[in-house]
């Protein structure tokens, strides 16, 4: 079965340091995977994904992914953090029937 | 982005109480999905709808009913409210590829 782990619950940097949020992930076939934001009282908004190609995407808001098929990992990475970025970020596969698995979630604080 | 609608966004109701959130859209999207989110357990697939005539469980329906009344909307029942149904609630809509999905600002419910 399809399944999506986020081992940290929270993930602490410091404003202008590189940022990177975790994610591995468990598919049969190839991966089709997303990574959203959520703000407070706002609904998730989508960053990047990875459906083929280069394993370095590039998203919304200077955010990028890393996809390594061998470690079944699509980490969320940042160059240099800024504090509007402490959000709740989500990491998900689709699965066979175009529905969407949901890690449960990963709170980023940014501290000035 | 009020391109998916959710009413209302705050709702307090009693157990027993039959409770119904209103979800539409503006993006033409053909598949629309209900969702719960609860702390530590992301967001959790109630019911899915891939056309107007096509209802579809989730990972957690029991206790919950959907109607897909048109292209645009899609609406969450709870027949009889019960206090672990207090969550916060999202609609979202998707084309039929693997296009990203969209997501309402939720409804935040509370069941006394």
């Known amino acids: 079965a399809q399944s999506v782990a986020q081992p940290e619950d929270q993930v602490n940097v410091a404003e202008g340091n590189p940022l990177t949020v975790k994610c591995t992930y468990s598919?049969?076939?190839?991966?089709?995977l997303f990574w959203y934001v959520q703000y407070p009282n706002r609904g998730l908004q989508f960053l990047l994904k990875?459906?083929?190609?280069?394993?370095l995407v590039k998203g919304s808001y200077g955010f990028e992914a890393e996809f390594n098929k061998s470690q079944t990992s699509f980490h969320l990475k940042k160059p240099s953090a800024l504090v509007s970025d402490s959000a709740l970020y989500f990491c998900?596969?689709?699965?066979?029937?175009?529905?969407?698995?949901f890690g449960a979630g990963t709170r980023l604080a940014v501290h000035p | 982005d009020a391109d998916v609608t959710q009413t209302p966004r705050n709702r307090i109701t009693k157990t027993g109480k039959r409770i119904m959130l209103e979800c539409s859209q503006t993006?033409?999207?053909?598949?629309m999905y209900w969702y719960r989110q609860d702390p530590g357990l992301g967001l959790r697939l109630i019911y899915y709808?891939?056309?107007?005539?096509?209802?579809n469980k989730g990972e957690i329906s029991d206790g919950y009913s959907v109607s897909r009344q048109a292209q645009a909307k899609f609406s969450l029942s709870l027949e009889s409210a019960i206090p672990n149904q207090t969550a916060l609630y999202f609609c979202?809509?998707?084309?039929?590829?693997?296009?990203?999905?969209?997501f309402g600002d939720g409804t935040r419910l509370s069941i006394l």
């Open positions: 979202a809509t998707s084309r039929r590829d693997a296009s990203p999905q969209h």
């Open positions: 598919v049969s076939g190839n991966p089709y």
């Open positions: 990875y459906i083929t190609g280069d394993n």
């Open positions: 998900a596969v689709r699965d066979g029937g175009n529905k969407l698995i």
């Open positions: 993006k033409g999207h053909d598949r």
């Open positions: 709808s891939f056309d107007v005539k096509d209802i």
